[in-house]
């Protein structure tokens, strides 16, 4: 049973109450305490070593992830993060420096971003590192953005480019919490979402909770260096041969199936895409934005090419898988 | 390096914001979020396998607990829970059905306090189980309550009795939620906390927090029935010798140190001390409610028993120690 078998098996069951406005399966939940105007977020996500980080990651970056990711996930609903708490799970043998490292990458991405870091836990994980970090945040009641809102017809669009962040970008990456803000302040965003279980995985997660298929463009797709140099093997559990040289993983392939990205992915109106390529241009200068496709009524992930139209099958990484 | 250097060393560092009421050191932080009347808390903790739960435990009874150690922390506060969010590693080959029943438990026990479980994170932890818990409450503005309010001549009391946690009750314990949201509107309780640790280290805790010291009778101490028969060894990391068979823990020293009561510690102003008690006998019939001891003026934490005052030198459970 895959990670998103056990989810769909996992979400029913949960109870609710009535001040969720949105429970498990969107980026972050969203919940309703009466706060003046705004939207309460709440999000939780572990980084585990052999897994998210190797052994010879620097601890800073490994304390710097283990917050971006929630912060992405805060940035996916257009909201601002403001406070954290930090479990630790840690073998018995653990260097202190270790931790202070740890802490120093994790501090320094909360104050840049004006989050506290209000508490947390260790506790004892013999054969590896666990960290567990869990996120608030607020959004303005209107501007909250979900999963959900894509509509036929819609262009997508991605930030920044994609594929190969294992070859270093995902420890380093900056959740795109301006970005977000500044698209959800000035252009109706129907839906939208961040990039982590590779492209091909999360448009379809987006696809799913909007009842929509869609068409991707596979000449738009802005495919990362990493992703075009990447000398690590196929192999990626998407039972596709390896590249032309039997050790590389396709670039393209690379973009879509590739996981750990941290780009918001958006759906606009139609109507919308110019404009919002040229204010983009304006206000972020430093960060492409691109349109790759297009929402569909009919079910199901397409990809066009000089070829013809024809089902994406490609997926992302999957625990467990 | 203990836990507790660890933590002691990490808080100074932690970044902060003006909506910070409480930060890391007490049992949940507290947040002004401009909540009308009312404050957040925000707390998380983790069990793993080995650590807090056997293999052999039922899997139902360790979802309980996962949550239930978070909601013991709501309690301290005396605070209401609301949301929960559970992130669960799992080894790569674990059965559904362990999960389904891990969930089982917890659900049963939110669905109880009426909290909303709205997500969370399903990741890779090769060997064993950890299930990290976050959770959200509130509490009325004036009637949260800390570990930093104790005063000198204090009452001290516990709820319910102490030690031998691990021959069963660590996994079926409820927290103490009606309880301590009723001992704050009915009474000005000065300062409180759960009882995890141990009491004898959690007491300090409590002192440290508030600047005092304190004086156990050791006579008064609820020992639970657990501790009295408890045939488990001695070798606590406490020092002492074993028991008089060699081969158990002394029932006082149980109660002293054994980690994982959940009970509440809390102090009054001696002059409430015996309303206090009758008004819990009337309430809650079927929970002990003890005065054992009192606040001190002297840093420091005293036994007395028949042979006169000494200093307790015995500890709870460290990590890592």
Sequence with gaps: MSEFELIARIIPQLPRNESVVVGA?????????GIAGRLLLFKTDAVVEGIHFTKEAEPEKVGHKALARCLSDVAAMAGTPTHALVTLGLPRTFEVGFVDAIYRGLNRLAARHEVAVVGGETTTNPERSFISVSVLGTVPKEKCILRSGAKVGDAIFVTGTLGGSLEGKHLEFEPRLAEARWLAEHFEIHAM????????????????????????????????RAARSSRRA??????????GDGARKPPLLAALTDGEDFELLLTVAASQAVILLDAWKERFADLPLTCIGRIMAEPGLLIRDKEGTRPLLEHGYVHFA
């Excluded at 995985?201 to 068409?215: F, I, K, Y």
């Excluded at 196929?234 to 041969?241: E, W």
């Design 25 to 33: 399966g969107d980026d972050c939940a969203v919940l309703d305490f």
């Design 193 to 224: 979402m961040d990039i982590s279980d590779g492209l091909a995985s999360d448009l379809r997660h987006l696809m799913r909770a909007s009842g929509v298929g869609a068409e991707l463009l596979s000449t738009a797709i802005p495919i990362s």
């Design 234 to 243: 196929a192999g990626d559990g998407s039972g596709l041969p390896a590249g």
